[in-house]
């Protein structure tokens, strides 16, 4: 299993972190919360990416700030009651 060869067990299938928080693995490295959050940010469209600039912050922080917006995303973002499938080409890319 690609996670768990990667150090990042507990946030595979199984392990006491699945499911609890965003998870990104990137040229062989595992970032999770706002690690993961803002290198995903990085890589879309202008203005949205420069939220990334957020990564100066201390991971203390961020990781708060990362949290204070899972508690509230749904009322922030609405909630749906169907999540969307990704395209046939990306869905190796996903668990």
């Known amino acids: 299993d690609l996670m768990a060869s990667?150090?990042?067990?507990?946030?595979?299938?199984?392990?006491?972190?699945f499911l609890r928080t965003v998870v990104l693995v990137?040229?062989?490295?595992?970032y999770v919360r706002s690690d993961a959050a803002l290198r995903v940010i990085a890589l879309?469209?202008?203005p949205y990416k420069y939220i990334a600039v957020c990564h100066v912050l201390p991971v203390g922080l961020r990781d708060r700030g990362y949290k204070l917006v899972a508690k509230w995303r749904y009322r922030i973002f609405g909630a749906t009651d169907n999540v969307r499938d990704p395209p046939p080409e990306f869905k190796d890319r996903f668990l």
Do not use: S
């Open 6 to 17: 990667l150090g990042a067990g507990d946030y595979a299938p199984g392990g006491a972190q």
């Open 26 to 30: 990137q040229e062989g490295a595992v």
């Open 44 to 46: 879309l469209d202008a």
